[in-house]
């Protein structure tokens, strides 16, 4: 893939080849950051998402591919969430997108609100590419967007879902999943959120 290519993913089959892609791929090329691969974590998030909210699908598969960025365009840590987003907007819609756009502006989030609170060694470095902390006027803005509290849970989730030893099912569970949220995205009129 070209540096700065845009990916759609068009059909459950290309993201379900992507999530599998995940076993074995790493937040960084370097094996250097969490101690689980994004296979993993997805799955890890995505059940924690799943016992605490089991009536949301859609903020499940938002937990479930909310680092696809990293498989994407390995390196861009900055950038990782706008490139999962844009990934599976087309085929998930815009509420999932939007809530793996928002899962790092949470990180940031949380960072203010809570000084010192506990995250993985590679989220607190990557903290600083993010943006550091949110700014109070930041802060303001993000409690102001209608999906900041899923944002929210799904940035708890990411935090928790990096357990090496784990198991939370495979990525095959999330089908019937995944063609529900595209089937309803595909029924829905489009909204630019």
Not at 32 to 48: I, K, N, R, W
Request: net charge negative; glycine share 10%.
């Amino acid at each position: 893939m070209e540096r700065g290519e845009r990916v759609e993913l068009r059909t459950v089959g290309e993201l379900m080849a992507a999530l599998h892609a995940c076993r074995g791929a790493w937040d960084t090329p370097d094996r250097s950051g969490d101690p689980v691969d994004l296979h993993d974590h997805a799955l890890q998030t995505a059940a924690l998402l799943r016992r605490g909210r089991p009536s949301d699908k859609e903020l499940q598969v938002a937990g479930l591919v909310h680092d696809l960025g990293h498989l994407l365009h390995p390196g861009d840590d900055a950038g990782h969430a706008d490139h999962a987003a844009h990934a599976v907007r087309g085929l998930l819609g815009a509420r999932v997108a939007r809530l793996v756009r928002l899962h790092v502006p949470a990180k940031r989030y949380l960072s203010a609100l809570e000084p010192g609170r506990g995250l993985s060694a590679q989220s607190a470095l990557t903290l600083g590419v993010q943006g550091g902390p949110m700014s109070a006027r930041e802060v303001a803005a993000f409690e102001a967007d209608p999906f900041s509290d899923d944002a929210v849970t799904l940035r708890q989730a990411d935090d928790a879902g990096k357990v090496v030893g784990l198991d939370a099912g495979v990525v095959e569970d999330w089908r019937p999943v995944l063609e529900l949220v595209a089937a309803a995205q595909r029924s829905t009129p489009v909204h630019s959120w």
